[in-house]
């Protein structure tokens, strides 16, 4: 059983549809983030969300939007994507502190299998 | 040049078994070092993290940390067939505004066959 949820599981959608994934985190952690993996690549990180602020984004494109309402949720908004987005995108928290050196891990969602048709 | 680099496999080893799986990084000051594991379909779980130089044992793995070398590897021992799976490597700076934002390695896939 993961401390951090996604929903949907999977997700089918045209070109021109918009979708919102959604993330809980039940593990009291204070950042949040949306990494992309695609076949035979690295898992990308997209945005990082720490105390509901968007602390980074890596130069995604703007049909992807992130939002962080609260520290327990995460969304990312989609629409008119394309279909190079079509991968598996998962939802991780972790407990940061900036006083500290070393980072805490990653714990992740099951994901969301998304397909752009 | 890959900031983080493993050896592509895939790996295939006998059950019982030794399993080394190799990772380095570009960035010298990288700080913290993880090692996931990422069964076909499902997430990344974390099997074990490091920070100083040195070996790191838990049950059958141990992660190896060499920071002169940019060099972390993960040994596996008694390989079981439900060890198979996409093994991840995954590295961050040093911490403060970092935000445990990882960098992962392209992912070794290991094959433990009975």
């Known amino acids: 059983e993961t401390g951090v949820t996604q929903t949907p599981r999977h997700l089918v959608m045209g070109m021109t549809n918009k979708k919102s994934l959604k993330c809980e985190q039940h593990l009291g952690h204070n950042a949040m983030y949306w990494y992309k993996q695609s076949a035979k690549k690295p898992l990308e990180l997209m945005f990082v969300?720490?105390?509901?602020?968007?602390?980074e984004n890596n130069s995604v494109p703007s049909r992807f939007s992130p939002e962080c309402p609260n520290s327990s949720h995460l969304f990312l908004h989609l629409h008119t994507l394309q279909p190079e987005d079509s991968a598996l995108y998962l939802c991780?928290?972790?407990?940061?502190?900036?006083?500290?050196?070393?980072?805490?891990?990653?714990?992740f969602g099951n994901g969301t299998r998304l397909t752009v048709t | 040049q890959k900031e983080v680099e493993q050896n592509s496999g895939p790996l295939s080893v006998p059950e019982g078994a030794i399993a080394s799986l190799n990772c380095t990084y570009s960035?010298?000051?990288?700080?913290?070092f993880f090692w996931y594991r990422q069964y076909s379909g499902k997430s990344p779980e974390l099997i074990m993290s490091i920070y100083s130089n040195g070996d790191k044992e838990d049950g059958r793995f141990t992660a190896q940390l060499n920071k002169a070398s940019q060099y972390v590897s993960l040994l596996i021992r008694d390989s079981q067939p439900s060890d198979s799976a996409t093994y991840l490597c995954?590295?961050?700076?040093?911490?403060?505004?970092?935000?445990?934002?990882?960098?992962f390695g392209q992912g070794t896939i290991l094959t433990v066959h009975p």
């Open positions: 991780a928290s972790s407990q940061e502190n900036i006083r500290q050196s070393l980072n805490s891990p990653l714990h």
């Open positions: 969300y720490s105390l509901e602020e968007r602390v």
């Open positions: 995954a590295v961050t700076p040093t911490g403060g505004t970092s935000y445990g934002k990882l960098t």
């Open positions: 960035d010298r000051v990288s700080q913290s």
